[in-house]
């Protein structure tokens, strides 16, 4: 989700929020087919410069991987298990620029653009009966709801350490799942509650 208090004069913001969403939907297509781990180690590190570019700070590039850490290291172990290191290591690399990479998008992007975008984009739906605003509200909602889920997992992390609950990951993860659930249960009734 866009901040507003942060400089919205970038390249990056700048760019077309429906060009966004096509290299968005473009790359996570061609990131699928990626196994050599030098393609997704330069994938990360454009990234990386994407993030520099745009002025975001070093925390707020780390943020969309906190959460996922253990999962990560979950999926990586299941993948030594199942095939070898190397692909358990593509996979992790490809799920951390995925993050990255939309994270990028709706740090960028306000809520407004990413609507008015998707709706272009899915503007043709609408000749084979298919409302293409309640797809790319759909869609917005499942984007921003990944900075969200980090901002969620941060703040729930720096109450448990105030509790004296140092690094304990039962005692963050279970509230955030909780807090998400009621988000989105607060969003659906929002949303319903406009006649969608």
């Known amino acids: 989700m866009l901040d507003m208090n942060e400089p919205y004069h970038s390249s990056i913001h700048r760019v077309s929020p429906k060009l966004k969403l096509i290299v968005l939907v473009m790359f996570s297509i061609g990131l699928c087919f990626i196994t050599?781990?030098?393609?997704?180690?330069?994938?990360?590190?454009?990234?990386?410069?994407?993030?520099?570019?745009?002025?975001?700070?070093?925390?707020?590039?780390?943020?969309?991987?906190?959460?996922?850490?253990?999962?990560?290291c979950i999926i990586f172990l299941v993948q030594v298990g199942t095939n070898n290191w190397l692909s358990g290591l593509?996979?992790?690399?490809?799920?951390?620029?995925?993050?990255?990479?939309?994270?990028?998008?709706?740090?960028?992007?306000?809520?407004?653009?990413?609507?008015?975008?998707?709706?272009?984009?899915?503007?043709?739906?609408?000749?084979?009966?298919?409302?293409?605003?309640?797809?790319?509200?759909?869609?917005?909602l499942a984007i921003r709801f990944i900075p969200l889920m980090v901002s969620i997992f941060e703040e729930i992390r720096i109450a448990q350490r105030s509790r004296g609950l140092e690094d304990s990951f039962i005692s963050t993860?279970?509230?955030?799942?909780?807090?998400?659930?009621?988000?989105?249960?607060?969003?659906?009734?929002?949303?319903e509650s406009r006649g969608w």
């Not at 997704?40 to 996922?68: C, D, E, H, N």
């Not at 990255?100 to 653009?113: A, C, K, P, V």
Request: net charge positive.
């Open 173 to 191: 993860i279970i509230p955030t799942i909780i807090k998400m659930l009621k988000t989105a249960e607060d969003i659906a009734e929002a949303i």
């Open 36 to 72: 050599n781990l030098w393609v997704l180690s330069i994938s990360l590190g454009v990234i990386w410069m994407l993030y520099f570019i745009a002025k975001i700070t070093l925390k707020k590039l780390f943020m969309p991987l906190r959460p996922i850490a253990i999962i990560a």
């Open 90 to 140: 593509a996979v992790v690399f490809r799920l951390s620029i995925l993050l990255l990479f939309s994270s990028l998008i709706t740090l960028t992007t306000s809520t407004s653009e990413l609507l008015d975008g998707l709706n272009s984009l899915l503007r043709v739906l609408s000749y084979v009966g298919v409302n293409p605003k309640k797809i790319s509200l759909s869609l917005s």
